[in-house]
């Protein structure tokens, strides 16, 4: 039998949301008398909790996330130069020292190049038609009509751009990708803001039905092929090279041996279908986006990318190219005291930093992904997660 609900099983409705501290304290009280828990870390918040406003609704505290350092990891790259440490929070034991392992291994090579590719967020509403023929019109109308959608955006936003539509065309259904640039912030929000003005345009100066500001195309926290081919934030790349010494020394295995782990495990994801190619870029993501303020949702995206070994006569020439990539240096989550503080760690904290963070991100996944090939080639993975991982508190 269902258990009886009624108004005293609801949330307090305080003024404004209760962003203050006492109003904080009284919502964590009447959580912890419905629930007979004792919120005695949760309530321990270093900074002001009005702080959270426009992060978080009904707000009891603080989750906290131990968080590390691994590093340094070498970069030449377009935006992010010279030698960095990396903030990563996780509860994950041996996650931060494999990242390390294989950073370190880079910077003892040389370094790593890395490059931002491209610099676009995307949207795809989609568009409902009476027949096949109106939708038809509307697939070669919409572009010669861009500058007006364009103009239409662009009075919503001083930071993000409309960039560049195309239409996909479905029976009497039109999928409309929307390109945005969105400066140093995610974005998501600043898009679908824009966006919606565009489609109200397009709703005023086209015969349309009817239209959903959201289609699913654009894989918003979703894996898809999509995010391989179109891409989704930065499409950024990392490469070096390994020589023989420094995998010989770092990683215990030869370039021949990582080589073949990383062939084997590609028929792997093969065989199960899997969208890209990467040993763990998941554990590396989740682990700087909680450090420093990221969407964490947006892991599922930013994960589908390709990682890639080639063998040369000097060694294993070793990249990582993800091509959905959202990070954000302003906005969010980013100027909580904590994540600023991480952000701070890398400058990258503030305007004109987000493509230098995607690099560093990139560079450290490379570090994880080589890492985590040369345990498997060694067989240390498991030895490595017994003495690294262990949670046995006497």
Known sequence: MAAEFGPSDLLPRLKDQGYDAERVGRRRSWVERK???????????????????????????????????????LIHGQHAQGMFYVPMATTEGALIRSYERGMVALTKAGGV???????????????????????????????????????????????????????????????VNFGFFTGDAQGMNMIVKAADAACKWIEKNFPISSYFIFSGMCSEKRPSGFLLTRGKGKRVTA????????????????????????????IGHLHANAIGYNAHYANGLTAIFIATGQ?????????????????????????????????????????????????QMMDCFGNGK?????????????????????????????????????????
């Open 354 to 394: 987000a493509k230098k963070l995607a690099e560093i991100v990139a560079a450290a996944l490379l570090g994880g992904d080589i890492s985590m090939g040369a345990a498997i080639t060694t067989g240390e993975f498991v030895a490595a997660h017994e003495h690294y991982g262990r949670n046995r508190p006497k």
């Open 35 to 73: 629930t007979g828990a004792a919120f005695e870390h949760i309530g321990r918040m270093s900074f002001d909790s009005e702080l959270t406003r426009g992060n978080i609704e009904n707000p009891i505290g603080v989750a906290q996330v131990p968080m590390g350092v691994a590093g340094p990891v």
């Open 239 to 266: 490469g070096a090279l390994l020589p023989h010494d420094v995998l010989k020394m770092y990683l215990h295995c030869t370039a021949e041996q990582l080589f073949r782990v990383w062939h084997s495990t590609l």
């Open 113 to 175: 190049q890395t490059a931002v590719l491209a610099d676009e967020n995307q949207i795809a509403p989609t568009f409902f038609f009476n027949d096949v023929s109106s939708a038809s019109r509307f697939s070669e109308w919409a572009p010669a009509n861009f500058g007006h959608m364009q103009e239409a955006a662009s009075h919503t936003t001083s930071h993000g751009k409309l960039t560049a539509i195309k239409c996909y065309q479905v029976g009497r259904q039109v999928l």
């Open 295 to 343: 969407d964490v949702a947006n892991v599922v995206n930013a994960s589908c990318g390709i990682t890639y070994f080639e063998l040369q006569p000097e060694g294993l020439f070793v990249s990582v190219t993800l091509p959905a990539l959202t990070v954000a240096t302003v906005g969010g989550g980013t100027a909580l005291p904590t994540q600023r503080e991480a952000l």
